[in-house]
């Protein structure tokens, strides 16, 4: 059965008991395709189940755990015959001055917000190759494009997961399996309120840091961005017969990975001369 047979896609979708990934298995129900929603607690999608019994399924996956993972995409295809989307949305971000962190903050970061898509992603690709089709579908951050005072970590798990799904693209392009980075600036979920692993802030830090951490509180509750029309772009993506590789969300994205080319791009520009006179000297006569 192919999602053109008139059943709808069959999207995979990691973190959904709130924010962003709750979002957009709804915006995917609206739309009448079949969804498999996960979280580490089942409990917390029960009532996306009962939005659409006949095309909504639950499942428990804590995405650093391999097992979890092989047993989730193993469900989804044995309750729809496919997987059409996957979306790594589960994840989290601390804030807090690189020094702050220990180094098991560091690594459970990482766990989350790296190794689990890099686990969903290689669990679904045989059965995407197999079925000549699918749509990879990363939740990355403007964080994966910029880093800022504060996010060093979280952005370098942004920037690992950009890394990796940039070559994705081009290796699995040739089985029919589209790579979709979704770049969200702020959008009013939890995640300014929500992390398991806050830093004990350190205070020779408190001069650089103190009011940034302030201003990223008070913003909690009253970002810009609705994440339910944002969900429902990430739906229209997955419709898209040639979607972008990259897809910032929110007018202050667009800004900002704008300015950051533009600065980037001045800075290339400035160092040149500096960085250019590395190559051997051209052999004499030629």
Request: glycine fraction near 10%.
């Amino acid at each position: 059965m192919s999602p053109q047979d008139g059943a709808g896609r069959v999207w995979l979708i990691t973190g959904t008991s709130t924010g962003f990934g709750r979002a957009i298995a709804r915006a995917a129900l609206r739309r009448g395709d079949r969804v498999v929603a996960t979280a580490r607690r089942v409990d917390d999608t029960a009532d996306l189940a009962a939005e659409a019994p006949d095309r909504a399924r639950v499942a428990t996956l804590d995405v650093t755990d391999d097992g979890q993972v092989a047993a989730a995409v193993d469900y989804a295809v044995a309750e729809f015959g496919r997987i059409d989307v996957v979306v790594n949305n589960a994840g989290y971000g601390s804030r807090g001055a690189f020094e702050e962190f220990t180094e098991e903050q560091i690594r459970d970061q990482f766990a989350v917000n790296v190794f689990g898509p890099f686990a969903v992603t290689r669990a679904v690709l045989p059965v995407m190759r197999a079925q000549g089709s699918g749509h990879v579908i990363q939740m990355s951050s403007l964080a994966g494009v910029r880093s800022a005072l504060g996010g060093s970590i979280y952005s370098a798990t942004k920037f690992a997961l950009e890394g990796m799904s940039e070559g994705l693209a081009a290796e699995v392009k040739g089985f029919g399996i589209k790579v979709t980075m979704i770049e969200p600036g702020p959008f009013r979920t939890d995640f300014a309120g929500r992390s398991p692993a806050r830093p004990d802030a350190m205070p020779e830090y408190a001069a650089v840091l103190d009011e940034s951490r302030e201003k990223f509180l008070k913003l909690h509750g009253t970002q810009p961005g609705d994440p339910e029309r944002a969900a429902q772009v990430v739906v229209d993506v997955a419709d898209l017969a040639d979607p972008p590789l990259r897809l910032p969300l929110g007018p202050n994205a667009f800004e900002n990975v704008r300015q950051t080319f533009r600065a980037r791009l001045e800075e290339t520009d400035a160092v040149e001369a500096l960085g250019s006179d590395t190559d051997f000297p051209a052999a004499a006569g030629t």
